[in-house]
């Protein structure tokens, strides 16, 4: 099993910085781990305050609902099917765009969040560092840990 560890997530703030920083924006951004539990937060310079929340919990909705939070958007209008989900789980649940799982293997290690600008922006950010994640991987780059969950066999 692959962990995403700080330096990892440390590595993948920069590159959504620097994407940030190359669109003229100032962004918060958040990337969590399997259970959606903070590893590292960036607040840029003159990022919204408000920004400090919606990134972490767009991180967290990508994690929790296993889904891009711009998949939301559209299925959360009223009359839709989803329509209601953001005034669910204390109103972490983030319909707007910029909250990305990070995938390996099929599997999700982490999510990313993003707010500074439009939802279009906050992806595009985002998507930056779900890049570099996935160059990260291809590589078998040391800035992630195995772990092996089983039994521990004794010598006695």
Known sequence: MVKLTLEAAKRLLAVAEQKARQMGLSSD????DEGANLIAFHRMDNAKIAGIDISQN??????ALQMPTANLAQSAQPGSPSFGINTT???????????????????????????????????EVANAAVHAFSSMRATGDAAFASARIGSIQSNG
């Open 58 to 63: 767009k991180a967290w909705t990508s994690v």
């Open 89 to 123: 789980n204390q109103g972490r649940v983030v319909i707007l765009g910029g909250g990305i799982p990070l995938i390996y293997e099929g599997r999700i290690v982490g999510g990313i969040g993003v707010s500074g600008g439009t939802s279009a922006q906050d992806i």
């Open 29 to 32: 951004i958040a990337i969590v």
